[in-house]
């Protein structure tokens, strides 16, 4: 069975520090995307960052990259000069390819300290 | 980008009361919707699969009768929760997937609270 394990419910980072939100996943499919959603508090889905299970390199995306680690089934969003914009729920989320279904880790709530 | 709508945005009801959510693609095609459902501090939990012209794909454990859908459309989904009851209040997304570009698009969420 699909499942995606994020430990972190919270997290506190300063402003202009780098924070890394941990996810890890677990699949028997060769080919799946996974992908880092931003929720604030008004409820959207916001989308940073998608890696393909086949994509050599990790993502990156302005001040967001993943750290793709396939053998760990890591996949751990950096985000960078941390603004206070960011503080939000972020959920790391797997799509199996050709289901187009996606399974949501339980998220991590980060706040950004002025 | 794509844009995906939801009305309403929060909908307040007595219990007993049947309630419909829409799902709107509003500058693309999207022959499958998903509606998701989240309590609150919860994570997003997939209800059903909508596709345009078919019956819903319900997941395990979600009532079909109590949460009925409807894609009558490219563009519109529907969500009726049926004789709700308190329980039922929750946060409901829907996404949507281009066709075309085969990339899925979230809509804003409908903030339902039944009383």
């Known amino acids: 069975a699909q499942k995606i394990t994020q430990t972190q419910p919270g997290m506190f980072v300063q402003e202009k520090e780098a924070v890394t939100l941990d996810c890890t996943y677990d699949?028997?499919?060769?080919?799946?995307?996974l992908f880092w959603y931003k929720q604030p508090s008004s409820g959207e889905m916001i989308f940073l960052i998608y890696q393909g299970s086949y994509d050599e390199q990790n993502a990156t995306e302005g001040r967001y990259s993943l750290n793709f680690q396939k053998a760990r089934k890591s996949a751990n969003l950096v985000i960078s000069a941390s603004q206070l914009g960011d503080s939000a729920m972020y959920f790391c989320?797997?799509?199996?390819?050709?289901?187009?279904?996606?399974?949501f880790g339980t998220g991590t709530r980060l706040k950004v300290l002025a | 980008g794509a844009v995906v709508s939801q009305h309403p945005s929060r909908v307040i009801c007595k219990s007993g009361t049947s309630v419909k959510i829409e799902c709107r693609s509003l500058?693309?095609?999207?022959?499958?919707m998903f509606w998701y459902r989240q309590f609150p501090k919860k994570s997003l939990m997939l209800m059903a699969t909508?596709?345009?012209?078919?019956?819903?794909?319900?997941e395990q454990g979600v009532e079909k009768d109590k949460f009925l859908i409807n894609h009558a459309s490219l563009t519109l989904s529907t969500l009726t929760v049926t004789s709700a009851h308190p329980e039922d209040s929750s946060f409901y997304i829907c996404?949507?997937?281009?066709?075309?570009?085969?990339?899925?698009?979230f809509g804003p969420g409908t903030r339902l609270t039944v009383l």
């Open positions: 909508s596709n345009e012209g078919s019956k819903a794909t319900y």
């Open positions: 699949t028997s499919d060769q080919s799946y995307g």
């Open positions: 996404s949507a997937r281009d066709s075309f570009y085969n990339e899925q698009f």
């Open positions: 989320a797997m799509r199996i390819t050709g289901t187009y279904k996606y399974i």
């Open positions: 500058d693309f095609q999207a022959t499958t």
